[in-house]
């Protein structure tokens, strides 16, 4: 079994930081992408931000400039810093990794539960 687990949310003024991470553990050989998706209230999730084994990146327009995606591969852990948080950033924030348990089989996607972040304007 693989868990992921967020950590780093919580309430923070606008044009304020935060350090989201996401630790993954378990039966792991390795993991391929890593990313961060968000959800608000009576909204679709969307993605954030994801990161290659190797390290290259995408981000999400509303993000770009203001968020940065990294990860400790030896750790199984992923990292979201955020700064310039605006109110629309609200949302529950989830993790999502694809993961090997072995070299022979294909990988398998795995979420976290998520980790609130709330901006307040």
């Known amino acids: 079994q693989v868990q992921l687990v967020e950590s780093g949310g919580g309430l923070v003024q606008a044009g304020g930081s935060l350090r989201l991470s996401c630790a993954a553990s378990g039966i792991i050989f390795s993991i391929n992408g890593m990313g961060w998706y968000r959800q608000a209230p009576g909204k679709q999730r969307e993605l954030v931000a994801t990161?290659?084994?190797?390290?290259?990146?995408k981000y999400a327009d509303s993000v770009k400039g203001r968020f940065t995606i990294s990860r400790d591969n030896a750790k199984n852990t992923v990292y979201l810093q955020m700064n310039s948080l605006k109110p629309e950033g609200t949302a529950v924030y989830l993790c999502?990794?694809?993961?090997?348990?072995?070299?022979?089989?294909?990988?398998?996607?795995?979420w976290g539960r998520g980790t609130q972040v709330t901006v307040s304007s």
């Open positions: 990161i290659t084994r190797g390290g290259s990146t």
């Open positions: 999502n990794a694809d993961v090997y348990k072995s070299s022979w089989l294909p990988p398998y996607e795995y």
